[in-house]
């Protein structure tokens, strides 16, 4: 393994600190307000609308169906129309951004459920509005479901992101792809593999901290 | 119902209580009719009104339904929060309403941190938190054990004496209704089939569902029953004479009206099960005798009892007792049928 490499993934670990870090925070951003309409509007719930409904599931199934490294090149027209380029770290972000989108939507639709019925009727009773619920008791009562949620949805994009070489987006992924798979560098291909786990690891462990500190309550 | 009143419902599960409960605040919407609330026909609300409306109506329920993630302050915050109002002023109420309740060292507590017990004096402070002229509980004491649930109907006690609140509560227990109510209305297949007071229901009951459901109260005709048939053959059984069963209430219950009665018609008799007690401020007797003699022996004394307010159920010696408490004309099925309208209280009349 030669001595050029150690800069190279330094740098490749900061791309995908980065490119997870920005994408987490946007598919949570973007996720979460999914996951609370799949909530609001599925039957029995605070405002039933099937209609609704259907369409946002269907929407959120084919992004969630179509495989990362297609819907990667897929949307490129619209990664060039919100960052300007559809090459580097950043065009990386939008692709990871709508491929996790939907699925943190999933997870915490899951988390949201788990809220008893009988809370948010209580609520109710008390004269809450829609959203007096959703802000004062459906979020804060999922709190550690949707922390975790987030925890996997990070470490999922940390796999994605390995696919984002595809367009130029680096990270250690791609370093491990290019260096270890492609030139049978074995010695790049597990030092940067390591530091996926060491990061992996790292996230899971943050995550579970913040469900347990949220947790401890019920 | 009656303002300022603790006002029953009872009935099997299944039976629609807990349905015309939440009709009250609308969580549950009728499909026709009107639900008129403190001068407000609740249906004809629009969102806003009917969010005020319910600010006016506090609601307790059989699991709580706290707020897990939030302390037992910021449970009792939530309904004052939610009605916009200013910090200072919602953390006075809330120490007042938590002082109220007994729980003021548990302020910082979570939810899961307390006993069940505790978790519905939480309820109860934060439905009464707004100030509430209603109270409804849903079988608020059905998940607690027979001491705690005697603790927290005591509290409902305060909440609708100390407080003036109209209180509702829906039970499948004849004894909570017992300890708390003063109107009752037993409920099957989503209708009501008998109501009026607690005395009059619990001592007179008319329709056979509120039979079945005192009897499964400790003090019940199926005990009457067994008792009777546990007695058929001994030293009685050889005696001329029949079983009465006599119940009193108010100020009969004190007068020596057994004495008098054997003293006026010279005859004699035995008790042979008796309850003398106070329903809601309503002292009643309730008793098992054995009138000894003849036929018309017995019938002088009955007519006697009954001209002091006694009311007389002559009970047939054979032994499919458990039917039992035939007898006079006086329940019968035509009067079943009257007692299906509505607050027809006084079951004191006789044949």
């Known amino acids: 393994m030669s001595d050029l490499v150690w800069p190279d993934i330094l740098q490749a670990t900061w791309q995908t600190l980065y490119m997870v870090g920005v994408s987490t925070l946007f598919a949570t951003a973007l996720g979460l307000p999914m996951g609370v309409f799949l909530v609001l509007f599925s039957t029995r719930h605070l405002m039933e609308r099937r209609a609704a409904y259907q369409v946002l599931a269907v929407i959120v199934n084919i992004v969630r169906s179509v495989p990362f490294i297609i819907l990667l090149i897929a949307i490129i027209p619209l990664t060039e129309w919100i960052v300007g380029t559809s090459i580097g770290v950043n065009a990386a972000i939008v692709p990871l951004t709508v491929g996790a989108a939907p699925f943190y939507a999933r997870v915490a639709e899951t988390a949201l459920r788990e809220v008893e019925s009988g809370v948010l009727e209580a609520a109710q009773a008390m004269g809450a509005s829609v959203w007096q619920i959703v802000w004062r008791v459906l979020l804060p009562e999922a709190r550690p479901g949707l922390i975790a949620g987030v925890t996997i949805t990070a470490v999922t994009l940390v796999s994605y992101s390995a696919m984002s070489g595809v367009i130029g987006g680096g990270g250690l992924g791609d370093l491990a792809v290019r260096y270890g798979y492609e030139r049978f560098e074995t010695g790049v291909m597990l030092v940067t593999t390591a530091i996926l786990v060491v990061i992996v690891q790292c996230m899971q462990m943050l995550g579970d901290a913040l469900v347990k500190h949220y947790a401890r309550r019920s | ?351």
């Open chain 2, 1 to 351: 119902m009656e303002a300022g009143e603790i006002f029953g419902l009872i009935g099997y599960s299944g039976a629609g209580k807990s349905t015309l409960l939440r009709c009250v605040n609308l969580l549950e919407r009728p499909t026709q009719g009107e639900v008129w609330v403190d001068g407000q026909e609740m249906t004809r609300l629009n969102k806003r009104e009917l969010q005020a409306a319910r600010r006016q109506i506090g609601m307790i329920f059989q699991h709580f339904h706290l707020l897990a993630s939030a302390t037992v302050a910021d449970n009792v915050a939530f309904p004052l929060r939610l009605a916009h109002q200013r910090g200072a002023d919602v953390t006075s109420r809330v120490n007042e309403l938590l002082d109220w309740v007994g729980l003021s060292e548990h302020a910082h507590k979570y939810p899961a941190q307390l006993s069940g017990g505790q978790k519905q004096r939480v309820a109860i402070a934060r439905a009464l938190a707004t100030r509430p002229k209603i109270l409804l509980c849903d079988e608020a004491t059905s998940a607690l054990d027979p001491e705690t649930t005697r603790q927290i109907l005591d509290l409902i006690l305060r909440v609708n004496r100390e407080l003036g609140v109209t209180v509702v509560v829906v039970t499948h227990e004849m004894s909570v209704v017992r300890r708390v109510c003063d109107h009752v209305a037993v409920m099957e297949a989503g209708r009501i089939v008998e109501s009026g007071s607690v005395v009059d229901t619990f001592l007179f009951p008319k329709h056979e569902l509120t039979r079945k459901l005192l009897a499964m109260d400790d003090e019940s005709e199926a005990n009457f029953s067994a008792e009777m048939a546990h007695r058929q053959g001994n030293w009685l059984g050889e005696r001329p004479g029949r079983k009465l069963r006599l119940v009193f209430r108010g100020d009969a219950v004190y007068r020596p009206i057994l004495s008098e009665v054997a003293q006026q018609t010279a005859g004699h008799y035995s008790i042979l099960k008796g309850t003398v007690d106070v329903i809601k401020d309503v002292p009643y007797g309730r008793l098992l005798v054995q009138w000894f003699g003849d036929e018309t022996t017995v019938a002088k004394a009955i007519a006697a009892l009954e001209e002091r307010g006694c009311r007389v159920d002559v009970l047939e010696d054979a032994s499919g007792l458990s039917a039992a408490v035939s007898s006079r004309p006086l329940v019968n099925a035509s009067c079943q049928q009257e007692a299906m309208n509505v607050g027809n209280g006084e079951g004191g009349d006789s044949g």
